[in-house]
């Protein structure tokens, strides 16, 4: 809820979804907060949700921290967690099958539309196995 290519990821995903409504594109996201308590967490993923119109199912992985090394405590199947966000492609028989680090939003211009393409055709190719 607080990092700013973290947003614009979400942003991505919820217009991808809208334009890809009978996919079989599952999104589930890992949230790690600042926040200090698990109940505030909680009300800033919720407000994010209410707020982009989230639809796929956010899990809180840690609070009190953002802490790099504490989130590669929780996903110790990666070799380590460089940026946030950190995106993960399982395929359908639950293979990982790429992970990307960071994020280029908007504002990046051509970097974005490049994304949006090479991120299109990497899901429809998997997608399609």
Request: with cysteine; net charge positive; glycine share 6%.
């Amino acid at each position: 809820t607080w990092c700013p290519n973290c947003l614009d990821e979400s942003k991505f995903l919820v217009e991808y979804l809208s334009q890809n409504p009978n996919s079989d594109l599952a999104v589930v996201a890992l949230s790690f907060e600042y926040a200090k308590t698990e109940e505030l967490a909680f009300k800033a993923i919720k407000r994010l949700r209410d707020r982009l119109g989230i639809g796929y199912p956010i899990l809180l992985a840690q609070y009190g921290s953002s802490n790099k090394s504490e989130a590669n405590e929780k996903l110790p199947m990666l070799n380590t967690v460089l940026s946030y966000p950190t995106t993960v492609f399982i395929d359908k028989k639950g293979k990982v099958r790429k992970i990307s680090t960071g994020f280029n939003g908007p504002a990046t211009g051509q970097k974005y539309l490049d994304f949006k393409k090479e991120f299109d055709t990497f899901v429809s190719a998997l997608l399609s196995e």
